[in-house]
Nanobody, 118 residues
Framework: QVQLIESGGGLVQAGESLRLSCTAPGNIFSINTMGWYRQPPGKQRELVAT???????TYGDFVKGRFTISRDNANTAVILQMNSLKPEDTAVYYC????????????WGQGTQVTVSS
């Protein structure tokens, strides 16, 4: 089973920053689009950001320039830098590996809690 190692979640105050990291096996990291999704309490999971192997990115509209996704090639990790955090950013954040192009199930991390207090 492919293991995605997530880190960086925690409790912060509004306006502060967090940096999430998702480390994947090299063979997965090198060929797959990866990204982050989040699920606020009582709500459906939503897209935060994705990044292809060539560096093309997409973002959820709610990010509004506050978040940046990038690849750390040396560590085979996808980084989500979250600045100017708001209470509505509170959610469980999940790392994702896209495998839809293969007609296969995606890989998911176990989730890391991000809580933003006012």
């Amino acid at each position: 089973q492919v293991q995605l190692i997530e880190s960086g979640g925690g409790l912060v105050q509004a306006g502060e920053s967090l940096r999430l990291s998702c480390t994947a096996p090299g063979n997965i990291f090198s060929i797959n689009t990866m990204g982050w999704y989040r699920q606020p309490p009582g709500k459906q999971r939503e897209l935060v950001a994705t990044i292809t192997t060539s560096g093309r990115t997409t973002y959820g509209d709610f990010v509004k320039g506050r978040f940046t996704i990038s690849r750390d090639n040396a560590n085979t990790a996808v980084i989500l830098q979250m600045n100017s955090l708001k209470p509505e950013d509170t959610a469980v954040y999940y790392c994702n590996v896209d495998r839809h192009y293969l007609g296969a199930l995606d890989y998911w991390g176990q989730g890391t809690q991000v809580t933003v207090s006012s």
